[in-house]
T-cell receptor, first 116, second 114 residues
Framework: AQTVTQSQPEMSVQEAETVTLSCTYD???????LFWYKQPPSRQMILVIR??????QNATENRFSVNFQKAAKSFSLKISDSQLGDAAMYFC?????????????FGGGTRLMVKP | ETGVTQSPTHLIKTRGQQVTLRCSSQ?????VSWYQQALGQGPQFIFQ???????GRGNFPPRFSGLQFPNYSSELNVNALELDDSALYLC?????????????FGEGSWLTVV
C-alpha cells in the first residue's frame, strides 16, 4: 500500500513571498500520478497541480510549481508571490494506475497561513 | 464551482442510527467516489462506483455501503453509526474510472454522531 507524508502541519508566509510545502510518499510502483489539492474553509477540494510520474519535467501552473524527485520519492509545492487567498489546507495525494481510478491516498495536510 | 453537489450540508445523528448522504455528479461524469475526512486529517477513500457497480473499496467495514443510480448520482449509507463516524464526507466525480481522469470534489456533508 502507498503512504503519503506531509511533515509540516503548519506553514506561514508573508504576502508576496515564496513558500515551499513538502511531501514524501512511499510506493513500489514506477508509474503513478501525484497531486496537490487546496482545501479552503468552504471544504471543497480544489486541484492545484498534477504531475505524471513518467514525466521528468516539473509541472507548473501559474504561481504554483512542483519539485518532483522520483528517486527520492519527494514532491514539494512551491507557491510564488503568495496571496491572501492562498491561505488554506494543502494536501498532497497519490494516485495509482492499478487501483480504482478515483482512489487517492492523501497526506495529513499542511495549513498555510498568509500574513498581510 | 465543480458541478458536484452534496446534501445535506450538515446533520446530526445518534449513535446506532443510520444515515444517507447524497451526491449529484458533474454532468457527463459516470464515476463517483466517496471519502471520509475526520477533523484535522486528510480524506480517506471509502469506495468508487462506475456504471452503478462498486469497483473499488478502501479499508471501511460493510456498514458503509453505497448506490449509484442510472443518472450517475450516488448515495452513501452508513448503518449502526459510531461516534468515530463523525466526519466530513466528500463526494467526487470523474468522466471515467481511469486514473488519468481529473477528479472533481463537492463541498461535503458534515456528519456529527452524538
Amino acid at each position: 500500500a502507498q503512504t503519503v507524508t506531509q511533515s509540516q502541519p503548519e506553514m506561514s508566509v508573508q504576502e508576496a513571498e515564496t513558500v515551499t510545502l513538502s511531501c514524501t510518499y512511499d510506493t513500489s510502483e514506477s508509474d503513478y500520478y501525484l497531486f496537490w489539492y487546496k482545501q479552503p474553509p468552504s471544504r471543497q477540494m480544489i486541484l492545484v497541480i498534477r504531475q505524471e510520474a513518467y514525466k521528468q519535467q516539473n509541472a507548473t501552473e501559474n504561481r504554483f510549481s512542483v519539485n518532483f524527485q522520483k528517486a527520492a520519492k519527494s514532491f514539494s509545492l512551491k507557491i510564488s508571490d503568495s496571496q491572501l487567498g492562498d491561505a488554506a489546507m494543502y494536501f498532497c495525494a497519490y494516485r495509482s494506475l492499478n487501483n480504482a481510478g478515483n482512489m487517492l491516498t492523501f497526506g495529513g495536510g499542511t495549513r498555510l497561513m498568509v500574513k498581510p | 464551482e465543480t458541478g458536484v453537489t452534496q446534501s445535506p450540508t450538515h446533520l446530526i445523528k445518534t449513535r446506532g442510527q443510520q444515515v444517507t448522504l447524497r451526491c449529484s455528479s458533474q454532468s457527463g461524469h459516470n464515476t463517483v467516489s466517496w471519502y471520509q475526512q475526520a477533523l484535522g486529517q486528510g480524506p480517506q477513500f471509502i469506495f468508487q462506483y462506475y456504471r452503478e457497480e462498486e469497483n473499488g473499496r478502501g479499508n471501511f467495514p460493510p456498514r458503509f455501503s453505497g448506490l449509484q443510480f442510472p443518472n450517475y448520482s450516488s448515495e452513501l449509507n452508513v448503518n449502526a453509526l459510531e461516534l468515530d463516524d463523525s466526519a466530513l464526507y466528500l463526494c467526487a466525480s470523474s468522466p471515467g474510472p481511469f486514473s488519468g481522469n481529473t477528479i472533481y470534489f463537492g463541498e461535503g456533508s458534515w456528519l456529527t454522531v452524538v
